[in-house]
Nanobody, 124 residues
């Protein structure tokens, strides 16, 4: 079982930055790929970014490529999403997720454990 505590969400103006954190419990964090997804009301949860078990591979949605970075610190059981040049369309609830595989995926169904989400609001 893996549980998460997400933090770092909030309100920011367009063009600003935020860093989300996802702290995981359990001893298997370092062997799992991790991902970030986001969801707005009435829409499906969409892929944002993912990272392999050791941080060696990263994956990004086209909509955030060049603006967001993903990283992890396995000594702290924590994953991060650094978001820059934020736009109003980035407004969503952001969820971290883990999968029972070492490499990331863009597919929602490939992830086994999910956090509760943290709200990010970007004002224009």
């Amino acid at each position: 079982q893996v549980q998460f505590e997400e933090s770092g969400g909030g309100l920011v103006q367009a063009g600003g930055s935020l860093r989300l954190s996802c702290a995981a419990s359990g001893r298997t964090f370092s062997s799992r790929a991790m991902g970030w997804f986001r969801q707005t009301s009435g829409k499906e949860r969409e892929f944002v970014a993912a990272i392999s078990w050791n941080g060696g591979r990263t994956y990004f949605a086209d909509s955030v490529k060049g603006r967001f970075t993903i990283s992890r610190d396995n000594t702290k059981n924590t994953m991060y999403l650094q978001m820059g040049s934020l736009r109003p369309e980035d407004t969503a609830v952001y969820y971290c997720a883990a999968r029972t595989n070492q490499y990331g995926s863009r597919l929602y169904d490939d992830y086994d454990y999910w956090g509760q989400g943290t709200q990010v609001t970007v004002s224009s």
